[in-house]
């Protein structure tokens, strides 16, 4: 996968706290933050998932039939 540079600038104690992570894991702050991106996505995944989940469940979003999305546009299976 190809590597993105990004610039974000943190509260120093996070920072802080970030460099204690690294140095106690021997990991660089690069790898720490990547995991921890990778955990706090996997989960608003849940999050998203509950949410929708929730919106279907009170009417809130509809579910179609794939059939009938099918049928709307045409597509012949």
Do not use: P, W
């Not at 279907?56 to 049928?71: A, L, P």
């Amino acid at each position: 996968m190809a590597t993105v540079k990004k610039l974000i600038s943190l509260d120093e104690g996070i920072a802080k706290e970030l460099e204690n992570v690294a140095d106690a894991l021997h990991k660089s702050q690069k790898e720490v933050v990547e995991n921890a991106l990778d955990f706090y996505f996997d989960y608003t995944d849940t999050v998203i998932a509950d949410k929708i989940t929730k919106e279907i469940n009170s009417k809130e979003m509809k579910v179609y039939d794939s059939e009938e999305v099918y049928k709307e546009l045409g597509i012949d299976l």
